[in-house]
């Protein structure tokens, strides 16, 4: 074997490294990207958050407890929002919208709100709402977490079916096709 074969077979292989670990890169995030695809399909995760989140109870703004398990068993659209947060502040009179022209037909919305106490009073004093409200604190961010809001952006909107599972999930603002699409499915 000659100097020019021995040179040639030396730069080979770190070129051949190369190449296997950008395959094995790309099949594990491949792999990652499977996964995180089939943990957001609706239904498809969240089991246990939800059966955590029907366990909960949170006080009102108004006073009083919203005990989640007295909502269990029908459509529940659940809002994760905040005073200082303008799309979310923005979305929730077509939330409201949304509740009052869909409670007849067995649809429950709770607005869980992921701020000061005494903000979210303030606020519902000048925009009062037809929906109850929960006063979350920090802690919703954790359950909108465990719920698939796994950027912690607000808002984010579940939608639980009437058997309690996640159907939907929306982070950032909703809209009129969502809620439609939602409403149509329940």
Sequence with gaps: MDSATTVQTASASPSRRRILQIGVGAAAALAGACVAWWKWQPGATGADAADSLWAMSFDMPSGG?????????????????????????????????????????????????????????????????????????????????????TSGGLPFTVVLGADGRVRQRRIGRVAPSDLALWAAQA
């Excluded at 077509?94 to 409670?103: V, Y």
């Design 65 to 149: 407890t919203l005990a989640m398990q007295s909502l269990r068993g029908r459509p529940l659209l659940v809002n994760f929002w905040a005073t200082w947060c303008p799309p979310c502040v923005d979305e929730l009179p077509l939330i409201d919208s949304f509740f009052r022209e869909n409670s007849k037909k067995s649809w429950q919305v709770v607005g869980l709100a992921i701020d000061q106490p005494s903000a979210v009073r303030t606020f519902l004093q000048r925009i009062p709402l037809s929906f109850p409200i929960g006063l979350a604190g920090l802690e919703g961010t954790e359950l909108a977490r465990s719920l698939g809001n």
